[in-house]
């Protein structure tokens, strides 16, 4: 991996990083949006250095395309219109415990990746060779993904189906005014 | 052994596991904090995002550090979909709140308390 292409990764997580803080801690809740817009491209991006094109795709698609548009329509819909939508201050209660439990899950997961950093940095190592000629030899991954959802998760894949033509039928229902 | 016992985090660079580790687990907490500490609903549900875009990370990783399996990949797809499925969901509850309150604050909506 050459300087270029390391300074463009360091970016991208930095990038990333920088908007997940700023969902958390933005004072109105339309800029937190926006800022997870541009998580979500941060993350697709992130797929791409992990060479899972097509989940890149999908994620632009499905989270940008989709569940962001639903969220500004629900943002923009349940402000009052004189104002900008924003929310009420947050409490130093509620921002305190926050912070709290935050700080202590990353701790917790990054003592656990330490304590399994050993062994992860001799995969990492003994991948490394390997991955060279990986990166160029590996085509046609989108073709595995599509043997292995039609294959080995046909059932996972069908239920999810099922899972979501439920849970669109079940939101139409809960969105819709009673007309009664 | 360096910083909480992760020799030198820093020294990865986009072929290191831990790199994309750590940031899934800064994600997730971020996830957490924002859960926790906000009062709009729809803020609430961005948080969950977050969670589950750091579930993903951290299942595409391990794929492609364990031999470049695709399996990881077909479960960050399901994770996608599972979020997909439940963004559409809450969000409608948030819509049918917002009908009958005209306020999605979710210290406010205790009527099940009362």
């Given at each position: 991996?050459?300087?270029?292409?390391?300074?463009?990764?360091?970016?991208?997580?930095?990038?990333?990083?920088?908007?997940?803080?700023?969902v958390?801690?933005?004072?109105?809740?339309?800029?937190?949006?926006?800022?997870?817009?541009?998580?979500?491209?941060g993350?697709?991006?992130?797929?791409?250095?992990?060479?899972?094109?097509?989940?890149?795709?999908?994620?632009?698609?499905?989270?940008?395309?989709?569940?962001?548009?639903?969220?500004?329509?629900?943002?923009?819909?349940?402000?009052?219109?004189?104002?900008?939508?924003?929310?009420?201050?947050?409490?130093?209660?509620?921002?305190?415990?926050?912070?709290?439990?935050?700080?202590?899950?990353?701790?917790?997961?990054?003592?656990?990746?330490?304590?399994?950093?050993?062994?992860?940095?001799?995969?990492s190592?003994?991948?490394?060779?390997e991955?060279?000629?990986?990166?160029?030899?590996?085509?046609?991954?989108?073709?595995?993904?599509?043997?292995?959802?039609?294959?080995?998760?046909?059932?996972?894949?069908?239920?999810?189906?099922?899972?979501?033509?439920?849970?669109?039928?079940?939101?139409?229902?809960?969105?819709?005014?009673?007309?009664? | 052994?360096?910083?909480?016992?992760?020799s030198?985090?820093?020294?990865?660079?986009?072929?290191?596991?831990?790199?994309?580790?750590?940031?899934?687990?800064?994600?997730?907490?971020?996830?957490?904090?924002?859960?926790?500490?906000?009062?709009?609903?729809?803020?609430?549900?961005?948080?969950?995002?977050?969670?589950?875009?750091?579930?993903?990370?951290?299942?595409?990783?391990?794929?492609?550090?364990?031999?470049?399996?695709?399996?990881?990949?077909?479960?960050a797809?399901?994770?996608i979909?599972?979020?997909?499925?439940?963004a559409?969901?809450?969000?409608?509850?948030?819509?049918?709140?917002?009908?009958?309150?005209?306020?999605?604050?979710?210290?406010?909506?205790?009527?099940?308390?009362?």
């Amino acid at each position: 991996m050459d300087t270029a292409a390391s300074l463009v990764f360091w970016i991208t997580i930095l990038f990333t990083a920088a908007s997940a803080v700023l969902v958390g801690t933005a004072r109105k809740i339309l800029h937190a949006a926006f800022a997870l817009c541009l998580c979500f491209l941060g993350v697709a991006a992130i797929y791409v250095f992990l060479h899972a094109d097509f989940l890149a795709a999908v994620q632009l698609i499905v989270y940008v395309g989709g569940i962001l548009v639903l969220i500004l329509f629900a943002v923009m819909f349940s402000s009052h219109s004189q104002e900008t939508p924003g929310e009420t201050p947050r409490g130093a209660f509620a921002l305190g415990a926050g912070a709290l439990a935050g700080a202590a899950v990353f701790l917790a997961f990054v003592l656990l990746v330490g304590r399994l950093s050993p062994p992860l940095e001799g995969q990492s190592a003994a991948y490394a060779a390997e991955a060279y000629r990986h990166t160029v030899s590996v085509t046609g991954k989108e073709e595995g993904l599509g043997h292995l959802l039609m294959g080995e998760y046909l059932l996972p894949f069908e239920v999810a189906s099922i899972v979501i033509l439920a849970a669109l039928l079940g939101a139409v229902v809960i969105a819709r005014k009673e007309t009664r | 052994m360096g910083v909480l016992g992760i020799s030198n985090p820093f020294a990865g660079g986009p072929d290191n596991l831990l790199t994309y580790l750590v940031l899934a687990a800064f994600l997730f907490a971020v996830g957490v904090f924002t859960v926790i500490s906000r009062r709009n609903a729809v803020g609430i549900l961005m948080g969950l995002e977050l969670i589950l875009n750091a579930a993903g990370v951290n299942f595409v990783a391990f794929a492609r550090f364990h031999g470049h399996q695709l399996d990881g990949q077909v479960f960050a797809l399901f994770i996608i979909v599972l979020a997909a499925a439940e963004a559409a969901v809450a969000l409608a509850l948030v819509l049918a709140v917002f009908q009958t309150r005209q306020d999605i604050e979710m210290q406010t909506v205790d009527e099940l308390k009362r």
